[in-house]
């Protein structure tokens, strides 16, 4: 008999909607969660397509779906380390870290004031700081403190477990081995932004004031390290002079070969940031080719057009350098006829492509493409992935193909 | 639509760029990526870019004739960061093969210096002349000179055998070059109608000859820096060997014709020369300068295969060519000291691939030495040498599109 049960691995907007299919229709779902929150990289968002909304827009509705339905365990700061077995029965090793905060946390922040240590806040890439004891984000679910084992100076500190009147803290947490029975694995982890340091001629990490277009998103969220407002790094000027960087690290074979597929829209999504924050911005977006496929896309990206200071310019930024007070150099070669041109601009966002996290999977026959993605041929019957680990794709089609795979892993528990 | 430009692509012209080195002329698709890390070009209309998309349509005669193919020395550092795998540097090359052959005074004589087909003939001419102009043909035939030593002069006297070659071939490569480089001078002023000249072309000689012998182009070259020691290297010993040559006339002629004596270190009237002339110490010097510019040469090409591309048979046929000349100069002096008689068939070698540098200088990679001499005196005298003559200037209120 097929164990009534899903695994999947990877928290991220796919896997949340495949969990919540996949439990509506009376399955039990053990969702793997490498961080310490779900949601994945649309919780770092400031806006997402196609309604423009912030991310709770959506997520909270899913974490909902998952409450009510009460079938789904969500494991944070886990990761699979073994899958063995074949479709129906599935053993499945997770290890998990320790969070050294239990269930009983209200998120009352006690800790956090108590604790006297900082660490960089990832979250925010490096952008901001939080305490060694910390909530992730203000949305985070599930809301339940942290603390950083490498931060945290251990149990001859705990003055946050002092301050805490819930019994919440246990600094004497390990690391954790368990094994599952599952009867299909939906595979979900989803992408990291591709490396700008990799880019040597872009500059990143050296000129002052060059960040990526998730550094962008956090910048301008709400919840983001300068609350929303759209400063740069150096010295907290308003941007009102800014350029976007295309293909910075997509199609291109010394990086990623493939198109991100994303970073169109979502530079001309943060144009309209910069465009709405400061009536008097230009916004400056050099490219290769605009590539805004579908009906809906194509009309936003005619929408930013008509904007009078949006400019488009043809042609890959191939070098940055540091200008005056903090600005940034940007050259490229106006393709029209305008030739080699070098323009200074308050601040350059790199519209990074997405790096594909399939490699985890590669192994035991499964096989990876040569752009990085899992090659679905290759899989094992009964495991499956979904979302960005096949492809790049936005939110909305993660949650489509999410539904479609969840149908997939139904059929593993139920084959006859 | 008011009027539509009709492109007449040329695709033989195109098939020949993707045969001759150029196999990823193709993949390019216009980011401009090159033209912004290429150091050589001018701001203004920048290569390699434009070039990319001009083979690609088959824009045979904007190419051919075109000053920007040989203003660009291969450095390849739009190679290394093309996102395609397209290389501007490599197909750069292959055009510029193209306009060596297009503007080739004996287009024979350029076919078979850069097609593989042709390569036996390539090396057969200069084979068979010498077999059949050198007296003794076997080595053990070759007389010794009074002190019963090998001397290279009785296997291959000097005059007139040697002299007379080398003279006719030597002439016969500069009438090439002449008529070359007028061909391409006349081409690239077509290309460049409308570009207004300073001052007379040859005014601008000199400074372009300062450029060179400074070799400061190949220092704003990235990915190849290595390279600039190893061109420098063999430029100098080119020139060194060149003065010895000259020196060495002088030693035989101002003997023969004005009874100069020899005298101190300088041995007029003898040969070969012992190892305290000057003239010995130039050409050893010259030598070694050859062998290490060969072999950085060499070794950047391998150790940079990977960023800048393996290079195509028109780079290697020459390279062969060069670090033979060298290899077969020192091992046909070493051979003669050590008294061995292969030295004579070294010696037959060196004198092939002598010839076939000389003779096919003007039709082989070697024409570089022309075309791009003649393309940047050109690009002087334009005024496309200068930083950013027509691209957009930067103001505050941003750039200002650059005047059509």
Not at chain 2, 138 to 162: C, R, T
Request: proline content about 5%; hydrophobic content about 40%; charged content about 20%.
């Amino acid at each position: 008999m097929a164990e009534n049960k899903v695994l999947v691995v990877g928290g991220g907007f796919s896997g949340l909607t495949a969990a919540v299919e996949a439990a509506e229709t009376g399955s039990d779902v053990i969702i793997v969660e490498k961080n310490p929150y779900l949601g994945g990289r649309v919780t770092q968002l400031n806006k997402y397509f196609w309604k423009m909304c912030p991310p709770n827009c959506g997520l909270e509705t899913q974490y909902k779906r998952i409450k009510n339905n009460g079938q789904v365990t969500i494991m944070t700061m886990a990761e699979v380390e073994k899958i063995t077995g074949s479709e129906g029965n599935f053993e499945v090793t997770i290890k998990t870290q320790p969070r050294f905060v239990n269930e009983k946390c209200t998120g009352c922040n006690k800790c956090a004031e108590a604790c006297p240590e900082e660490r960089s806040n990832d979250f925010d890439f490096g952008m901001s700081k939080t305490k060694a004891a910390y909530l992730p984000h203000n949305q985070a679910f599930p809301l339940q403190y942290v603390i950083d084992g490498k931060a945290c100076k251990g149990s001859s500190c705990a003055k946050c477990a002092a301050a805490c009147a819930y019994g919440a803290i246990d600094l004497n947490m390990k690391p954790e081995t368990k094994t599952v029975k599952v009867g299909a694995v939906v595979m979900a982890t989803g992408w990291n932004p591709y490396d700008a340091t990799k880019m040597d001629n872009l500059s990143f990490g050296k000129v002052k004031n060059v960040i990526t277009n998730m550094m962008m998103e956090r910048i301008a969220a709400p919840n983001g390290p300068t609350a929303g407002k759209i400063v740069r790094p150096s010295d907290g000027k308003e941007v009102k002079n800014i350029a976007f960087v295309q293909c910075a690290g997509s199609r291109d074979e010394n990086h990623l070969a493939h198109c991100s597929y994303i970073c169109c829209l979502a530079s001309l999504k943060q144009a309209s940031y910069v465009r709405e924050m400061y009536p008097d911005s230009k916004v400056k977006i050099f490219y290769i080719d605009i590539r805004t496929p579908g009906l809906y896309e194509n009309r936003f990206y005619a929408k930013i057009k008509e904007d009078q200071n949006v400019s488009f310019l043809k042609g890959k930024v191939a070098k940055i350098e540091q200008g005056e007070n903090g600005d940034v150099k940007v050259t490229a070669e106006d393709i029209h006829g305008g030739g080699k041109i070098t323009e200074t601009f308050e601040m350059v966002v790199l519209a990074t492509g997405m790096q594909p996290t399939a490699q985890s999977l590669a192994g035991a026959g499964v096989k990876v493409t040569e752009d990085g993605f899992v090659d679905q041929a290759t899989l094992p019957k009964g495991i499956y992935a979904t979302g960005t680990l096949k492809t790049p794709v936005d939110v909305a089609r993660s949650a489509q193909d999410a539904t479609g795979v969840v149908m997939k892993s139904i059929q593993s528990l139920r084959r006859k | 639509m008011s009027e539509a430009t009709v492109i007449k692509p040329d695709l033989q012209f195109v098939n020949e760029i993707i045969k001759g080195g150029g196999e990823s002329l193709k993949k390019c698709y216009q980011c401009a990526t090159c033209s912004v890390v290429c150091n050589v070009t001018p701001e203004g209309n920048p290569f390699p870019r434009k070039e990319m998309v001009l083979a690609q349509w088959g824009q045979k005669d904007k190419l051919i004739a075109s000053a920007d193919v040989w203003l660009c020395h291969q450095c390849s550092d739009c190679t290394a960061y093309c996102p395609r795998g397209a290389k501007p540097g490599e197909v750069l090359n292959a055009i510029r093969k193209q306009s060596i052959k297009e503007v080739a005074m004996v287009p024979f004589f350029a076919k078979i210096a850069t097609d593989p087909k042709w390569i036996w003939l390539l090396f057969a001419i200069p084979m068979v002349l010498f077999y059949m102009i050198m007296p003794y043909k076997s080595i053990d035939a070759v007389p010794l000179n009074n002190e019963g030593k090998m001397a290279y002069h009785f296997f291959m006297p000097v005059f007139p055998h040697i002299d007379v070659t080398f003279m006719l071939t030597a002439l016969f490569a500069a009438v090439s070059a002449f008529v070359g480089i007028t061909r391409l001078w006349s081409g690239m002023k077509k290309n460049a109608a409308g570009a207004q000249g300073t001052g007379s072309p040859f005014s601008h000689i000199v400074p372009a000859f300062t450029q060179i012998f400074a070799h400061k182009k190949f220092t704003d070259c990235n990915v190849s820096k290595l390279r600039k020691w190893g061109h420098l290297l063999l430029f100098y010993a080119f020139a060194g060997l060149f003065v010895v040559t000259v020196w060495a006339v002088g030693y035989l002629y101002g003997h023969e014709f004005f009874h100069i004596p020899a005298f101190g270190p300088f041995h007029f009237g003898e040969a070969p020369y012992p190892n305290s002339d000057p003239v010995k110490w130039l050409a050893l010097a010259s030598s070694v300068a050859f062998a290490a510019g060969a072999l950085i040469i060499l070794l950047n090409r391998l150790g940079n295969a990977a960023k800048a591309g393996m290079g195509s048979y028109f780079d290697w046929v020459f390279l062969t060519i060069v670090i033979g000349v060298g290899a077969t100069g020192m091992g046909s002096w070493a051979l003669r000291l050590a008294e061995m008689k292969i030295g004579y068939i070294v010696y037959y070698f060196h004198l092939v691939l002598v010839w076939s540098l000389f003779a096919y200088a003007p039709y082989s990679k070697f024409a570089h030495v022309f075309y791009r001499t003649t393309a940047m005196v050109f690009a002087r005298y334009t005024g496309r040498e200068v930083k950013a003559p027509n691209a957009g200037s930067v103001t505050e209120a941003g750039v200002q599109p650059a005047a059509q």
